[in-house]
């Protein structure tokens, strides 16, 4: 066996290969072009072709676009009136962003337990944290596979709570025939460049609920009820603000990016669901590390493909491997630390380790593989090779 790089061996690659990156092409570029040529810089057209798009590829009636995916949480925790005195129940491994979101509106995240094989909300530890203040849950598509929305459904009727799905790993993904942003009563999207779909930045909300969209297409502009283009059409400078709202806004240039996008994600999917499939065989069998499980039912999507370590196994913990493997040249990366261990939460809310024990033990030992639609055979054999290589030498 080759030495380890960070031993002072030749690595795997020397370039590093990053865990995600965007994928554009001339046409994305000649689209964005044509719009900043165009009248119209924002709140144009583009707006609404792209809304009608999106509620498509979800199945939905309604799609709210805005400036990026925290705001799309934003507007949906708004939406719901969620305000002071409120909980919403947030998984424990997620982006800082679901639980932030709750805070904006002056309300509390109440961290649930994840499933310690697919990292997804556990739908009994979410039974366990509902109280009498208990307004939503957000259910996160960790990695790219759909929530076990069918039990969440039942769970959210019981306590009369709403159910937000963060699809931002998920755009795409479906369970059964029904695609994700159809499954709960809002669900929210990123289109940041690591995500399967980029406008730079940008953030989409999808829901059968016409009020709720309109609440948040206010919320985006202000809370002023009429954009500039609805106030030339009618010819009248007159507007009214009927609610305290933000500029959350997507242009239409921007906009232009996530339609050509949009067009490009079936390739994008199938592409991510071989890469994810390369890495399952080379993996099979290896003791030293899990892949997530996944269910038979469920399209993934495949945002990230995350391995757990079996730290028994292993000599060194995951931070060890984590620097053997950058060394290597691979980008690995980690999705997520808990949130509420994160300085302002513990501060804030007193939050103490203990508090979710699965999404603690398996922060420990999860790391994050490169994956996205234009990585190579090379890179892919890249990842295996170094994966190998390192777990190979910290074997026990
Ligand atoms: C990317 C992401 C967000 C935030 O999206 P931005 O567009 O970066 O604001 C929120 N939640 C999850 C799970 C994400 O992956």
């Known amino acids: 066996m080759s030495e380890l790089a960070i031993h002072g061996g030749n690595p795997v690659r020397t370039k590093l290969l990053p865990y995600g990156r965007q994928c554009l092409d001339e046409e994305d570029i000649r689209n964005v072009v044509e ?126 709570l709403a159910l937000v799905a963060d699809a931002c790993h998920a755009l795409g993904a479906a369970l059964g025939e029904k695609p994700v942003g159809s499954l709960a009563d809002l669900s929210t999207f990123s289109l940041h460049p690591v995500k399967h779909i980029t406008s730079g930045e940008g953030g989409v909300i999808t829901t059968d609920n016409p009020a709720l969209a309109e609440r948040m297409r206010i919320f985006r502009n202000h809370g002023i009820t009429l954009d500039h283009r609805q106030r030339e059409a009618i010819g009248s400078y007159a507007y009214e603000m009927t609610d305290l709202g933000h500029n959350y806004r997507l242009t239409d240039f921007q906009c232009a990016l996530a339609m050509s996008q949009l067009q490009k994600l079936p390739g994008f999917l199938r592409r991510r669901q071989e890469i994810a499939a390369r890495y399952d065989a080379a993996f099979a069998g290896n003791e030293c590390l899990r892949p997530l499980r996944t269910r038979a039912d469920a399209f993934h999507a495949y945002h990230l493909y995350v391995i757990l370590l079996e730290l028994s196994r292993l000599s060194v913990n995951r931070d060890a491997i984590f620097g053997a493997l950058r060394a290597e040249g691979i980008g690995v990366n980690v999705h997520y630390k808990p949130v ?13 380790p203990g508090a979710c024990p699965v999404a603690e033990k398996s922060f420990e030992s999860m790391i994050t593989l490169p994956l996205f639609p234009e990585m190579t055979s090379e890179d892919i054999n890249d990842v295996v090779t170094a994966v190998e290589k390192v777990l190979g030498y910290y074997r026990r």
């Open 35 to 160: 719009v900043l040529r165009s009248n119209w810089l924002t709140t144009g057209p583009k707006i609404q072709e792209f809304e009608r798009a999106f509620a498509h590829v979800a199945g939905t009636r309604e799609a709210v676009a805005v400036c990026n995916g925290t705001a799309a949480l934003h507007a949906a925790m708004h939406a719901l009136n969620i305000g002071p005195n409120d909980e919403v129940i947030v998984p424990a491994i997620t982006f800082a962003s679901s639980a932030n979101a709750v805070i904006y509106q002056g309300g509390t995240p109440i961290f649930a337990d994840v499933d310690a094989d697919s990292l997804l909300l556990d739908p009994d530890s979410v039974i366990s944290k509902v109280g009498p203040r208990s307004r939503a849950v957000v259910a996160v598509d960790y990695a790219g596979q759909p929530c076990s929305y069918d039990l969440l459904r039942d769970i959210a009727r019981r306590f009369n």
């Open 340 to 352: 509420y261990l994160h300085p302002y939460y513990q501060k804030r809310f007193d939050t103490r």
